[in-house]
């Protein structure tokens, strides 16, 4: 799976899709990276359900999507993440390079959504 839609809710149910680059860890969990400070994050501590679509780079949808529960990762979990990413997309590669010259405050946060 490279890329999915992940689908959050706001406090008043509407969905809010998101393209994301993911990948699966060895639990099974689809696994992503997002900006500390995003809709996303707010949104998934408000609430965790969320539904995850494979797609293509573009947003266009391969199969149906799936309910699943999404929960923030810690530090530790965050970086075997960014491990497991930049092994599979050069997008991520390219982006965590780019995270050395920027300062601590801006970097990420992971997400694990067990399905």
């Not at 992940?6 to 900006?35: K, N």
């Not at 810690?74 to 995270?99: I, M």
Request: aromatic fraction near 2%.
């Amino acid at each position: 799976m490279t890329y999915v839609i992940l689908t959050t809710y706001r406090r008043g149910g509407q969905p809010v899709p998101t393209i994301l680059g993911a990948a699966v860890d060895e639990q099974g969990q689809v696994c992503m990276l997002t900006r500390p400070g995003s809709g996303k994050i707010k949104r998934i501590r408000n609430n965790p359900a969320v539904t995850v679509t494979p797609c293509d780079g573009q947003g266009r949808p391969k199969e149906p999507g799936v309910a699943g529960t999404a929960r923030l990762l810690g530090p530790q979990e965050t970086a075997q993440v960014r491990r497991l990413l930049s092994r599979q997309h050069l997008a991520a590669r390219l982006a965590l390079l780019a995270d050395r010259l920027r300062p601590r405050a801006t970097r990420w946060t992971g997400i694990a959504v067990t399905i």
